[in-house]
């Protein structure tokens, strides 16, 4: 059974960083891409992140690239989401997602099929 956990949100001032963190079990851990979405209010889900950890790579959205960065750590089974110079309009609700390889590829990041409960992320301006 997947289970996903993600931690790590908080209040943070503009130009701040914050670093999520996503514990996974229940799966074979390089045998799934993780990714992280984000949903702010009155705003559709965003795809942020992902990595796939059978081949270590990675995507990012064009509102993170540069800011974000997304990492795994196998022994912990647990990927992360170091988030720097942090805007306003980051903040959101923030979800860890997996999907295993057969599936990721043909997903975008919001359809991936498992999915854990959110952490909030609120950037004051």
């Known amino acids: 059974d997947v289970q996903l956990q993600a931690s790590g949100g908080g209040l943070v001032q503009t130009g701040g960083s914050l670093r999520l963190s996503c514990a996974t079990s229940?799966?074979?851990?390089?045998?799934?891409?993780i990714g992280w979405i984000r949903q702010a209010p009155g705003k559709e889900r965003e795809g942020v992140s992902y990595?796939?950890?059978?081949?270590?790579?990675?995507y990012y959205a064009d509102s993170v690239k540069g800011r974000f960065t997304i990492s795994s750590d196998n022994a912990k089974n647990t990927v992360y989401l170091q988030m720097n110079s942090l805007k306003p309009e980051d903040t959101a609700v923030y979800y860890c997602a997996a999907a295993p390889e057969y599936q990721w590829r043909e997903l975008p990041i919001t359809e991936y099929p498992s999915r854990g409960q959110g952490t909030q992320v609120t950037v004051s301006s």
């Open positions: 990595i796939n950890n059978g081949d270590g790579s990675t």
């Open positions: 229940g799966f074979t851990f390089d045998d799934y891409a």
